[in-house]
């Protein structure tokens, strides 16, 4: 602990150090100009990089704008900032930025040029001169930089020690004799300098040539010795913003923590801090603030929430995740405030005794909770606050996946709940759905498939437009569900995941993140919540979603807009809010109903999963609940509708936040209000828009109407008038919400396609994907047909087109199959078991092909305690090498790969070699994927001289990627070592449909459509 303490008051002093001849200021401006791609790659990328500097310029006092744009280089946009940190390499392709920049500094601003900076603007002389050298070439590598004798404590530096780091080893050329140096590296015997600093005119320049990747970033002494450098610079003394708290830390001398990112430093276990302090470690946009709400030991672990009529927040706290017990110690906490200061003062158990809970939704007066295997409906009934009922209403919920159950239940326009599931999956009479939304009836029944995701799901958004968006693990932060799978089914056409809509995965953690696979990206995302309320700014507006990024110690935002082809983009926001504190672990962020955006905090060191479910450091006594408020905003006002008269309920269909929107409809339809049926009919007549050409309050009435059977088939005509109408309305968010509501009558067939010539895309999809499931009308085939070109193009129409072309395009067949290529209609559209060649489908099975010491093709990682992976050149069953994972003090690794499978059987087989295997899993091999059923083959320890061959089956059930592993452990420890050789992975038979032509029009069998498409479905 000794070395951490004065490691802490070196970092403090360097405050100190700076006051030398320097002028005092409430805040530093600083401009951080630099450049990279939106992809997780940390080389060069300030982009990503800047964010590590943020909490040490916080608390130092320095604002820091950052820019990628070079014409920012001109003398008025200079003139804002008193410091310019550079961090890029640019051309010289306008002279006069150069002249700008040198005008600056010599007239007393300040500059810091890191790394690839000193061979920016194409070398010219008088930018080399001004930072003082330039660069000549390098390496890369482990090494310490010294300081030079005499400059320890020069104020750019701020005191930091010296510290080992991987960087590029940069030699420098044409070097000014009138810089200082700071810090040397040793190169090939002399002293290469590596931090100097200079003056020119009246200003300062400090160069280092630290800073390649995020390795180097990620070091507190390089964060320190940056922010020391930028105030020196600016030869001015910011005012320390003394209420960020001080982090302390301890060494993990018993290596708890995993360190995928090989970090070779010792890895160092941050204290807890306080709610209070905690809150202050949040960086959040301009205007925004962070209110804690609930906190331990009221609340621990926090999962889900949701708020009843009255606006009262329900926690769903589970401290027996991630393992199941027979004695549950999770429980359901109603948090109230009393005393409206804004936290939460009183703490009510709502229910207790569950174990592993996953997701709830109020609704019909009690909740809805998720617990695999089954789902409960929960109400109090004599109103003390505590349910009295307890009632399963479904099961069949997968319990294999402790992080993949189901969660993110919600209330549809349509009146039934909505959510997603993981790993974990549903099984029923129709066989297992996993990774991906479902929907069921408020009474649990009549759960239905409704998209596939592609990977652990545990995020899902329900637009004010009715649209349904999702995250899920794995790079996945943005997904559409652009065409929910009973379209397909209604006419037998093979279905059409989610579309991933955004632009790239990339995270910006602003501390440490420890991971496993998918470095700097959302391996983990959770929740993916739209912002529906009106006391943030208009371009919030049912336009961001907020995405957990637990890993990063962040909340992320993607901002959505429609596509024009049928779908939407979600472009990466960057953070919303991101901690510095590495325990903070947000993992939703939901639209409360005071309209502000109320945050969850797991806060937990340990976010991992596979191979960290009993890590001692997984914390299961704290989590925080926050508020997040936009300071210029007018709150939502919180209501109590429990005893709402009819007519207050309607009127809070046009309520400005979602949540009371949905909350009147849903206690409108489940309560069975029929006498708002005149003012629904009268409120659906509105032709006005709000600012975001929407109007929320017809969509609300539409569906409340047909909640309460009104747009049944001549049911109520006066109903199905005012839905008539509004398939015209200025919104296209309306018409689009009209399309959906209509009957399926011969009535609705006309009046859609009356539509087919919509110009907007997503209103055009629902279109095509309503006119699927309305009664045929073959007049309707050829105008179908006709908008191929019109579709073209655009991904996310062309199954909808599909789709609605089969349902009423009989009479084109013999047209269609008359222009179509060749081919035999027999075997058109049919499941049948075709004889596949017996080819290993893997690639470098036998570890042949080896690169840096590793197998090419497969991911070679450690993903509990320690283990080593390694090509072995000395024993091999055929060839020369074999893969090796050894541990003697307890470890678990993997050599994988993801190979994409088609439906049908398969075979994987292997040869191993082992040497005092020992632990509970031993030596195995398993496949898993979304499109099956997870499988292992028996599981070997000891020693096994001779190589035996391990093999296994299995069926793939849809087209998915599938984990083929060699497992050494198996997310638990073992010890010993494993040899492994000529894996072999072979497909028996396939059950895939034949392969059809790619238009549509080619797909139709004349003998099918003989019968009429009514026949067939």
């Known amino acids: 602990m000794g070395r951490f303490r004065k490691m802490m008051k070196r970092i403090i002093l360097f405050f100190v150090l700076v006051v030398s001849n320097a002028m005092s200021a409430d805040e530093l401006k600083v401009l951080f100009l630099s450049g990279g791609g939106g992809e997780p790659n940390t080389g060069h990328n300030g982009r990503i990089n800047h964010h590590k500097l943020k909490p040490s310029f916080l608390r130092a006092g320095i604002q820091m704008t950052y820019s990628s744009n070079l014409d920012d280089l001109n003398s008025k946009t200079l003139a804002q900032y008193d410091t310019i940190i550079m961090y890029l390499s640019a051309g010289n392709d306008k002279p006069e930025r150069v002249k700008a920049l040198i005008d600056y500094v010599e007239n007393g601003g300040g500059l810091v040029a890191l790394h690839n900076t000193c061979d920016a603007f194409e070398g010219t002389k008088e930018f080399v001169d001004l930072v003082g050298g330039q660069f000549a070439r390098h390496g890369s590598g482990w090494f310490t930089a010294t300081h030079v004798k005499g400059q320890e404590n020069h104020p750019a530096l701020g005191g930091v020690p010296e510290f080992e780091v991987w960087d590029e080893t940069y030699v420098h050329k044409n070097l000014n004799d009138d810089r200082t140096d700071l810090m040397v590296r040793d190169e090939k015997g002399r002293p290469e300098p590596w931090a100097w600093v200079r003056n020119q005119g009246k200003g300062r320049v400090f160069y280092s040539a630290y800073g390649h990747n995020g390795r180097v970033w990620e070091n507190f002494h390089f964060q320190k010795m940056v922010t020391a450098a930028t105030i020196w610079a600016s030869n001015k003394i910011p005012k320390m913003n003394s209420d960020i708290p001080t982090l302390t830390y301890q060494e993990d001398k018993k290596k708890l923590f995993h360190n995928f990112e090989k970090r070779q430093t010792p890895q160092l276990i941050q204290n807890q801090l306080t709610p209070e302090e905690s809150a202050k470690c949040m960086i959040l946009p301009e205007g925004f603030e962070a209110q804690l709400v609930a906190h331990e030991p009221d609340i621990a672990n926090p999962i889900d929430m949701t708020w009843d009529d009255r606006g009262r927040m329900y926690v769903a706290v589970t401290l027996d995740y991630p393992r199941i017990q027979k004695e549950g110690s999770d429980r359901i906490v109603l948090c109230e405030d009393t005393d409206s200061d804004g936290k939460a003062d009183k703490f009510t158990t709502f229910a207790e005794g569950f174990s592993l809970l996953t997701g709830m939704c109020w609704v019909n007066g009690g909740i809805i909770v998720a617990q695999a295997p089954n789902m409960y409906f929960l109400e109090d009934t004599d109103g003390d606050d505590k349910a009295d009922v307890i009632k399963q209403i479904n099961t069949g919920w997968g319990t294999g996946d402790t992080h993949g159950g189901p969660s993110n239940l919600k209330y549809g326009f349509d009146n039934k709940i909505y959510g997603c599931v993981g790993g974990g999956g549903f099984t029923d009479e129709n066989g297992r759905f996993s990774a991906g939304i479902w929907r069921m009836d408020v009474d649990g029944s009549n759960i239905t498939r409704i998209s596939n995701l592609g990977d652990n799901s545990w995020g899902m958004a329900i637009s004010e437009d009715f649209e349904l968006f999702a995250s899920s693990a794995n790079k ?397 050149s000395t024993v091999a069953r055929t060839g020369k090498y074999s893969g090796r994972i050894e541990s003697s003090v307890g470890g678990g690794a993997e050599f994988h790969m993801v190979p994409r ?55 793939v059930d849809f087209d998915s990627g599938v984990l083929i592993y060699c497992l050494f452990g198996a997310w638990a420890e073992a010890k010993g070592t494993v040899w492994f050789d000529d894996i072999e992975l072979i497909q028996l038979s396939s059950e895939k449909v034949v392969p059809k032509v790619t238009k549509v029009e080619s797909l139709l069998a004349k003998q099918a459509f003989e019968k009429g498409a009514d026949s067939i479905i």
């Open 476 to 872: 996945g932060p943005a997904k559409h569900i652009h065409a929910p799978y009973p379209y397909f089914d209604a006419v037998g056409l093979k279905k059409e995941p989610s579309l991933p809509i955004f632009d790239y995965h990339t995270f910006y953690p602003v501390t440490i993140t420890r991971q496993g696979d998918h470095f700097g990206s959302y391996t983990a995302a959770t929740g993916f919540d739209l912002y529906t309320a009106r006391s943030f700014p208009e371009k919030f507006w049912n336009k961001t979603a907020f995405v957990g990024g637990p890993t990063g110690k962040l909340l992320g935002q993607f901002h959505l807009k429609a596509d024009q082809k049928g779908s939407y983009r979600a472009t990466n926001g960057g953070s919303f809010m991101a901690s510095f504190d590495e325990r903070t672990a947000p993992i939703q962020g939901k639209t409360g109903p005071d309209g502000n955006l109320y945050m969850l905090d797991w806060n937990n060191l340990i976010m991992l999963h596979g191979g960290e479910l009993d890590n001692p450091l997984r914390d299961k006594s704290h989590g925080r609940i926050y508020r997040i408020t936009y300071k210029g905003g007018k709150p939502s006002k919180v209501l109590n509708l429990q005893n709402a008269a009819t007519v207050e309920l309607v009127a809070n269909l046009k309520n400005e936040n979602m949540f009371w929107r949905i909350m009147a409809q849903k206690k409108l339809v489940q309560e069975k209000r029929m006498d708002a049926i005149p003012q629904l009919i009268e409120m659906a007549q509105d032709k006005s828009l709000d600012g975001i050409r929407s109007n929320p309050a017809v969509i609300h009435a539409l569906w409340t109407l047909q909640g309460l059977g009104q747009m049944d088939g001549g049911s109520n005509e006066e109903a199905l008038a005012v839905a008539h109408a509004a398939l015209q309305h200025r919104s296209a968010a309306v018409r689009k919400n009209a399309v959906r509501v209509l009957p399926a009558t011969a009535e609705s067939t006309k009046l859609l396609a009356g539509m087919l010539s919509e110009r907007d895309a997503n209103t055009l999809r629902y279109i095509l994907l309503t006119l699927s499931v309305m009664p045929q009308d073959d007049e309707l085939g050829q105008r179908i047909y006709d908008i191929g070109q019109q579709v073209k193009g655009k991904d996310a129409l062309k199954s909808p087109h599909h789709l609605a072309l089969i349902r009423h395009g009989s009479t084109l067949v013999d047209q269609l199959i008359a222009n179509a290529p060749k081919r035999d209609r027999n075997m058109e559209g049919v499941i049948e078991k075709i004889e596949t060649k017996l080819v290993n489908i893997l690639k470098n099975p036998s570890f042949e092909d080896v690169k840096d010491r590793r197998p090419v093709h497969w991911i070679s990682k450690v993903h509990n305690g320690e283990a080593t992976l390694s090509i072995d």
């Open 901 to 955: 499978l088609e439906p049908g059987e398969y075979i994987l087989s292997g040869w191993v070699k082992m040497k005092n295997v020992e632990g509970r899993n031993g030596v195995l091999f398993k496949a898993e994927g979304s499109g099956m059923k997870s499988k292992e083959s028996p599981k070997l320890q000891g020693t096994h001289e001779d190589w035996q061959k391990l093999q296994m089956n299995f069926k």
